[in-house]
């Protein structure tokens, strides 16, 4: 497809059960992003790759989250054990490179909405 | 630690009027400047964006001044239009090493009415 793709685009789940989240990024980005936006709130970064190394982490928000790209490719966002407060909108973006090789925009898909009952 | 203040949190414009959005931060590594706008239901897109080596920048109703002394930046939507009511979001990117990162705005949800 010509945009950043999202899979499932609703997933309503039990509290306590495992989610995955997919994310196909625009054909040859090779830096990929996952945001998370809670509703009224701005957009919350939780991890970056730069082709399917996450040199940046840091926005991981316990270590019941956790992310990998295969083939430089396809992204996926695993929450284990989810919480209540874990439900939110789960955004991706791409672009065609991260880091020092310039301002390169972010192109993001249309989220994943989840929510835990 | 909020690093990047947007206000207000909610704006009505009349159809014609100037919409204007503004952010402030704190971090002064930022090095980028975007400005998103985001539909219901949709992803964030980008609008326009701006360098901190740049006092303003504009795309045809869409303008971005910037204040790199006061750390401040605002975006102003001239002869605003319906089709332009979304929230929209500022946001600055930071460098560490080869990874950057957007931090955004917690978004202003703009209303043009007729």
């Known amino acids: 497809g010509a945009g950043v793709s999202q899979s499932p685009s609703n997933k309503v789940t039990e509290k306590g059960k495992d989610v995955e989240l997919r994310c196909d990024p625009i054909?040859?980005?090779?830096?990929l992003y996952w945001y998370r936006q809670s509703l009224g709130q701005g957009l919350e970064f939780l991890i970056y790759?730069?082709?399917?190394?996450?040199?940046?982490k840091s926005g991981l928000p316990s270590d019941r989250f956790s992310a990998e790209r295969t083939g430089g490719s396809v992204s996926t966002l695993t929450i284990q054990r989810t919480q209540q407060e874990d439900s939110a909108v789960y955004l991706c973006?791409?672009?065609?490179?991260?880091?020092?090789?310039?301002?390169?925009?972010?192109?993001f898909g249309d989220g994943t909405r989840l929510s835990i009952l | 630690q909020q690093q990047v203040k947007q206000s207000p949190q909610s704006l009505i414009v009349q159809k014609g009027g100037i919409s204007i959005i503004n952010c402030a931060y704190e971090?002064?590594?930022?090095?980028?400047f975007p400005w998103y706008q985001q539909f219901p239901g949709k992803g964030p897109a980008l609008l326009i964006a701006?360098?901190?080596?740049?006092s303003e920048k504009k795309e045809g109703r869409f303008t971005i001044s910037f204040n790199k002394s006061a750390k401040q930046f605002s975006l102003h939507i001239m002869d605003s239009q319906p089709g332009d009511s979304a929230t929209y979001f500022c946001?600055?990117?930071?460098?560490?090493?080869?990874?950057?990162?957007?931090?955004f705005g917690t978004g202003t949800r703009l209303q043009v009415t007729l």
């Open positions: 790759f730069q082709g399917n190394s996450a040199p940046d």
């Open positions: 701006i360098r901190p080596d740049v």
């Open positions: 973006a791409s672009s065609l490179a991260g880091g020092s090789l310039g301002n390169q925009p972010q192109h």
């Open positions: 971090n002064t590594a930022f090095d980028y």
């Open positions: 054909s040859g980005h090779t830096a």
């Open positions: 946001a600055a990117k930071s460098q560490t090493g080869t990874a950057s990162k957007l931090t």
